[in-house]
T-cell receptor, first 116, second 106 residues
Framework: GAGVSQSPSNKVTEKGKDVELRCDPISGHTALYWYRQRLGQGLEFLIYFQGNSAPDKSGLPSDRFSAERTGESVSTLTIQRTQQEDSAVYLC??????????????FGPGTRLTVL | KNEVEQSPQNLTAQEGEFITINCSYSVGISALHWLQQHPGGGIVSLFMLSSGKKKHGRLIATINIQEKHSSLHITASHPRDSAVYICAGNNNDMRFGAGTRLTVKP
């Protein structure tokens, strides 16, 4: 079946604008993760969902970042008032049941965000 | 000090060589992941393990829970193995190592 998909694949925005990034996990995958990778740097954990709830939001870099998940399916990551330091590739991954916060990760292709 | 440390940072090998990448972690985890990031940026999960050893083709991953250490081995390395290899500790969240950039020369 289809893998994890993300949209858009690329997003260029001006500083101060809001952006919304979307992740469609593999159907039936209960857990969903958001990560960030700045240019030339390692992966950073942002948030994970078990079902529609996010037990731990402490990885979000600031209160400008928020995420939600509905229907145990699609998730959106919203960045308000974007800053240049938000420029990065944002990656989503999902895990198959039982998930429960631990499971083999299936990664999406990422959204490359550039804030001018 | 990072909670997940990898070594080496960079590794260059000749085709056919046996390769070992090491990962040490200082946090409690439920599982340890090894990921491969291709030059184009795509990430693939290689292994998830919580004990012992797993093998897939030419790749072998081991973990020692008591020592909080894991290794990824590649036998008979090939240029197509060139990638960044990342270990990560999983306990609801994910704590990533900085990655090991492997270059295998023909």
């Amino acid at each position: 079946g289809a893998g994890v998909s993300q949209s858009p694949s690329n997003k260029v925005t001006e500083k101060g604008k809001d952006v919304e990034l979307r992740c469609d996990p593999i159907s039936g995958h209960t857990a969903l993760y958001w990560y960030r990778q700045r240019l030339g740097q390692g992966l950073e954990f942002l948030i994970y969902f078990q079902g529609n709830s996010a037990p731990d939001k402490s990885g979000l870099p600031s209160d400008r970042f928020s995420a939600e998940r509905t229907g145990e399916s699609v998730s959106t990551l919203t960045i308000q008032r974007t800053q240049q330091e938000d420029s990065a590739v944002y990656l989503c991954a999902s895990t198959k049941p039982p998930g429960a916060g631990v499971g083999e990760q299936f990664f999406g292709p990422g959204t490359r965000l550039t804030v001018l | 000090k990072n909670e997940v440390e990898q070594s080496p940072q960079n590794l260059t090998a000749q085709e056919g060589e046996f390769i070992t990448i090491n990962c040490s972690y200082s946090v409690g985890i439920s599982a340890l992941h090894w990921l491969q990031q291709h030059p184009g940026g795509g990430i693939v999960s290689l292994f998830m393990l919580s004990s012992g050893k797993k093998k897939h083709g030419r790749l072998i991953a081991t973990i020692n829970i008591q020592e909080k250490h894991s290794s990824l081995h590649i036998t008979a390395s090939h240029p197509r193995d060139s990638a960044v290899y990342i270990c990560a500790g999983n306990n609801n969240d994910m704590r990533f190592g900085a990655g090991t950039r492997l270059t295998v020369k023909p």
